[in-house]
């Protein structure tokens, strides 16, 4: 899937395929925004451009051996860090590792290439250990930072890092990803992820007490009352689903 083809932002992959282009592309990175709406499926886009050996780093060719591991998570030299918060100390390990791996060239592409997601959930023991990776990054490296919201980072981070905020798509969008349910469009809130999570026949049948209890509500009169705490109580039972 070429840079043309991906859905939403265009104004930021736009921008980051001129610097690409032009070779001057950041070598820190924040993508912030919802969850869900492609952050990290673009991330995995610029890394490909950065070693595909046909038409990066302009685009991405998505055929050649490069981009073909990359797609599948086993290209040497682009790593995804996953931050769970009960593991500090296994990603605190994983950074130096990554950190190790900057004093010598890429081992089968052009450039280096480290997402973590979401960066956010780091603690500060591994986000110092991050930080001495953007501190003097080498010319084939680049970091790229994905998290809901990039003040939840520290500061001495976001000082070394570029940033770009995501916006949820518009509903156009959300149809062009293939979702055609038009009530999941509208309760997507412009997150593909969620879009795709979510499913049309429980969100009906979840949504249809609701809007039984609110039409009570609307036409409510004293004799009705009863007929209101019955509904409310039957809708608060289950408070988290609520």
Known sequence: MPFDQFIGNRRIVDRLRTKLT???????LIFSGPDGIGKRA??????????????????????CAQCHKIANGTHPDVQVITVEEDASENKIAQIRESLRALDFKPLEGKNRVFIVDPAN??????????????????EDSFWILLT???????????????????APLNRDE????????????????????????????SLRAQ???V???????????????RDMLAR?????????EF
């Open 22 to 28: 032009e070779g001057r592309f950041p070598h820190g």
């Open 42 to 63: 673009f991330a995995i886009m610029v890394a490909k451009a950065l070693n595909c050996s046909s038409l990066g780093p302009a685009d991405f060719c998505d055929q």
């Open 121 to 138: 959930a780091m603690k500060d023991a591994p986000a110092n250990a991050l930080l001495k990776g953007l501190e003097e990054p080498p």
């Open 148 to 166: 809901v919201n990039a003040q939840e980072l520290l500061i001495t981070i976001r000082s070394r890092c570029q940033v770009y905020h995501f």
């Open 174 to 201: 959300i149809r062009a990803c293939g979702v055609t349910d038009e009530l999941i469009v509208r309760w997507s809130g412009g997150s593909v992820g969620r879009a795709r999570s979510l499913d049309a026949d």
């Open 207 to 209: 949504r249809e007490p």
């Open 211 to 225: 809007l039984e209890f609110l039409e009570t509500a609307a036409a409510a009169d004293p004799t009705r009352f």
């Open 232 to 240: 409310s109580a039957e809708i608060g039972r289950p408070k988290n």
